[in-house]
């Protein structure tokens, strides 16, 4: 035989014996061990990453029910939100508003700019400078209408000066920053 | 002869070794969620802003 050789002489038959084994071994590792450890691992981390999206998704759904309990507690006052900062143009609504007020106090409208302004974050911003002639009552009355209003504006600066002619006593200038939403 | 292929062996196997631990770290370290997934589970915050929404109640004409 030609193997006997390998098999009966001590030295080549230690080698013999090793070589095999680790031939065993190696195709053993290739095409058993390697491909097992290699699903082992791959499940198991799986598993870890999919537990920990179930762990969100559950804490997603509290925080749902929590939510919906909250809105339907305020839907009532919802509509404030949209009405305070609705992402259409709220310039036009502002004038007309605005116009209104004055012309019901009894004052005058004699001028109004609009300069759209910058945009941050979610926000667009339109300055409004107003001229109006009118009595110190009136004003009042204006700028109560202007805090009280639901669009989300502010007055940033009225300044008064006397007025030379008609029956009002005062031209104020007012300038208002007015936002909307741009969001979405 | 026979120790020239032992050491050939010895090698193929350590190498076959580290395969197999890069293999599995390669298998441990990847991400198995889609981003769709990843989306969904973003965490939502469901507080309403309630002092905001009492400033806007005052400020109803």
């Known amino acids: 035989m030609i193997f006997s050789p390998y098999l009966r002489v001590t ?30 691992a791959t499940l198991k981390k799986q598993v870890a990453d999919l537990e920990s999206v179930n762990e969100s998704m559950k804490l997603k759904v509290q925080n749902l029910a929590t939510a919906q309990t909250i809105y339907l507690e305020n839907k009532p006052h919802l509509y404030l939100v949209d ?8 310039v036009p609504q502002f ?25 941050n974050e979610d926000l667009l911003e339109y ?10 009552p009136q004003l009042t009355g204006i700028l109560t209408f202007l805090e009280k209003s639901l669009l989300t504006s502010n007055v940033t600066s ?8 008609g029956a009002y006593s005062i031209q104020a200038e007012i300038n208002v920053s007015l936002y909307q939403y741009e969001g979405n | 002869m026979s120790r020239d292929i032992f050491l050939i062996l010895v090698f193929t196997l350590l190498t076959l070794t580290a395969w197999v631990v890069f293999e599995i770290y390669h298998a441990g370290s990847k991400l198995y969620i ?23 109640k005052k400020r109803e004409p």
């Open chain 1, 11 to 40: 030295p080549k038959k230690g080698y013999t014996l090793l070589i095999m084994t680790l031939v065993s071994m190696i195709v053993f590792g290739v095409f058993a061990i390697r491909p097992s450890l290699v699903t082992v």
């Open chain 1, 95 to 119: 004038i007309q508003d605005i116009s209104t007020k004055v012309a019901l106090a009894g004052s005058s409208l004699e001028a109004i700019k609009v300069t759209k302004g910058g945009k």
């Open chain 1, 158 to 165: 009225v300044s008064v000066r006397p007025h030379q002619k």
């Open chain 2, 34 to 56: 889609t981003q769709d997934v990843r989306d969904l589970a973003r965490p939502l915050d469901p507080t309403l802003s309630i002092k905001t929404l009492e400033a806007l």
């Open chain 1, 127 to 136: 300055q409004i400078s107003m001229s109006v002639a009118c009595t110190y």
């Open chain 1, 83 to 90: 009405a305070s900062m609705p992402d259409e143009n709220v």
